[in-house]
């Protein structure tokens, strides 16, 4: 029998074309070609439930953190990091990406089929003391 996130990976084609970069971190595109659940997650950074920010000063420690709430918000909904299809990183400028990409790759581990990813530096987030947030876009099962 053919579980639900097997059928959803007939719906959700992931495309590296040969002419571009293959990277184990994102893939270069995804197509959405059934019927399945649209899950837009809102920008997450550092903060905990009662809305302290953790590792202040520290992008790698807040980069799990993100993660954490990243794998939360998802989970609310029935849905893992293995549904995202889009995931666009905020990173205050001056930061260094490495920490937060060695965070986000241990968080993603050995699954297949990564997301789009693009990481973008900016002058500031709405929390002065938050370092990095991440929004993404899941598509799940019905």
Same mark, same amino acid.
């Not at 666009?88 to 400028?93: D, F, K, L, N, R």
């Given at each position: 029998?053919?579980?639900?996130?097997?059928?959803?990976?007939?719906?959700? +084609?992931?495309?590296? @074309? +040969?002419? *571009?970069? +293959?990277?184990?971190?994102?893939?270069?595109?995804? !197509? =959405?070609? !059934?019927?399945? #659940?649209?899950?837009?997650?809102?920008?997450?950074?550092? %903060?905990?439930?009662?809305?302290? &920010?953790?590792?202040?000063?520290?992008?790698?420690?807040?980069?799990?953190? =993100?993660?954490?709430? *990243?794998?939360?918000?998802?989970?609310?909904?029935?849905?893992? *990091? !293995?549904?995202?299809?889009?995931?666009? &990183?905020?990173?205050?400028?001056?930061?260094?990406?490495? @920490?937060? $990409?060695?965070? $986000?790759? +241990? /968080?993603?581990?050995? #699954?297949?089929?990564? @997301?789009? %990813?693009?990481?973008? $530096? =900016?002058?500031?987030? /709405? #929390?002065?003391?938050?370092?990095?947030?991440?929004?993404?876009?899941?598509? /799940?099962?019905?």
């Amino acid at each position: 029998m053919t579980s639900r996130s097997e059928m959803l990976f007939e719906q959700v +084609r992931h495309v590296n @074309p +040969r002419t *571009l970069q +293959r990277n184990p971190a994102y893939s270069q595109v995804i !197509e =959405v070609t !059934e019927p399945v #659940r649209t899950i837009y997650v809102s920008g997450q950074n550092a %903060v905990d439930r009662i809305g302290n &920010i953790i590792g202040i000063g520290d992008i790698g420690k807040q980069a799990e953190q =993100v993660m954490s709430n *990243l794998k939360a918000a998802l989970n609310a909904v029935d849905a893992g *990091l !293995e549904h995202l299809v889009k995931v666009t &990183i905020y990173i205050v400028q001056g930061q260094p990406m490495e @920490p937060g $990409y060695a965070a $986000y790759l +241990r /968080a993603w581990g050995n #699954r297949k089929n990564p @997301p789009t %990813v693009s990481a973008i $530096y =900016v002058a500031g987030l /709405a #929390r002065p003391e938050a370092l990095l947030e991440i929004d993404a876009v899941a598509v /799940a099962p019905v």
